[in-house]
């Protein structure tokens, strides 16, 4: 079996593969000090919850938290037996070029989301990440990753604005029922939703006309459907992206080594 970990700056995914389905999936907060017999601990209870008896003999990992890594390979080398691929690292096979300027360090979520895109998809594409930052990666006609944009997430914007204005409150995102807001909370609600719904359009909008043809805009992220329900900004939406490449990642080195 195979144990995908997509960590990410907020939340860290662990999922279970057989090879055609996920068995199981759990989320856990980031946090770099966690050790790996807490990650054991943590993981082995759940699957106990869920009756899952399965032996892990494969973990991939993507992280862009680096302190994490650690922690994780000595979690596969202790209580699994195996030595984990980690996107990004050498040893790592990725099945798509990466096609940026010398030098550049692409964050691992960004190619696993490419790989992923493009297995699902086809080529041609623009994936947008709802993330702590909100990501817009470029994926040519074969496959490759061409570069992308990247914007401050929408949470983050929230807190900057919280934390920068004093009499700003704290606020969760929605949809506003109207445009012009009638109180303070309505206010920051409706400027951080209507204003990612312009960033998505006019971004997605320039991407393509700087191609010259037309792309499939794919999303995902948590926030990615809240976005969708009021414009037809994307052409689908994929909530499990990163781990599903995680899984066409692995059968890749698989086959290729």
């Given at each position: 079996?195979?144990?995908a970990?997509?960590?990410g700056?907020t939340?860290t995914?662990?999922a279970?593969?057989?090879?055609e389905?996920?068995?199981?999936?759990?989320?856990?907060?980031?946090?770099w000090?966690?050790?790996?017999?807490?990650?054991?601990v943590?993981l082995?209870?759940?699957?106990?919850?869920?009756?899952?008896e399965?032996?892990?003999?494969?973990m991939?990992?993507?992280?862009?938290?680096?302190r994490?890594?650690?922690n994780?390979?000595?979690?596969?080398?202790?209580?699994f037996?195996?030595?984990p691929?980690?996107v990004?690292?050498p040893?790592?096979?990725?099945p798509?070029d990466?096609?940026v300027?010398a030098?550049t360090?692409?964050?691992?979520?960004?190619?696993v989301n490419?790989?992923?895109?493009?297995?699902?998809?086809?080529g041609?594409?623009?994936?947008?990440?709802?993330?702590?930052?909100?990501?817009?990666?470029?994926?040519?006609?074969?496959?490759?990753?061409?570069?992308?944009?990247?914007?401050?997430g929408v949470?983050?914007?929230?807190?900057?604005l919280?934390?920068?204005a004093?009499?700003?409150?704290?606020?969760?995102?929605s949809?506003?029922?109207?445009?012009?807001?009638?109180n303070?909370?309505?206010?920051?609600?409706?400027?951080?939703f209507?204003?990612?719904?312009?960033?998505?359009?006019?971004i997605?909008?320039?991407?393509?006309?700087?191609?010259?043809r037309?792309?499939?805009v794919?999303?995902?992220?948590?926030?990615?459907?809240?976005?969708?329900q009021?414009?037809?900004?994307?052409?689908?939406?994929?909530d499990?992206?990163?781990?599903h490449?995680?899984?066409?990642i692995?059968?890749?080195?698989?086959?290729?080594?």
């Amino acid at each position: 079996m195979l144990l995908a970990v997509d960590c990410g700056n907020t939340n860290t995914v662990f999922a279970i593969w057989d090879g055609e389905q996920f068995l199981a999936s759990w989320r856990t907060s980031t946090e770099w000090q966690r050790t790996a017999d807490q990650y054991f601990v943590w993981l082995s209870t759940l699957m106990k919850l869920k009756n899952l008896e399965v032996q892990i003999t494969d973990m991939i990992i993507s992280s862009t938290v680096p302190r994490v890594v650690f922690n994780l390979r000595v979690l596969a080398d202790r209580y699994f037996s195996t030595r984990p691929l980690v996107v990004g690292k050498p040893d790592c096979l990725l099945p798509v070029d990466v096609r940026v300027d010398a030098g550049t360090q692409v964050g691992p979520d960004r190619l696993v989301n490419t790989v992923a895109g493009h297995d699902l998809y086809g080529g041609d594409l623009i994936m947008v990440d709802f993330g702590t930052a909100t990501t817009f990666d470029v994926v040519d006609t074969d496959g490759a990753y061409i570069g992308g944009v990247i914007s401050p997430g929408v949470n983050l914007s929230l807190e900057a604005l919280h934390q920068a204005a004093a009499a700003l409150p704290h606020v969760d995102i929605s949809k506003p029922p109207t445009v012009i807001g009638t109180n303070t909370v309505a206010c920051m609600q409706s400027g951080v939703f209507w204003g990612y719904i312009g960033l998505v359009r006019e971004i997605c909008a320039r991407i393509k006309a700087e191609r010259a043809r037309d792309m499939r805009v794919i999303s995902t992220g948590g926030l990615a459907p809240l976005f969708q329900q009021s414009e037809a900004l994307f052409d689908a939406f994929q909530d499990d992206l990163t781990i599903h490449g995680l899984t066409v990642i692995h059968k890749y080195n698989k086959d290729n080594t």
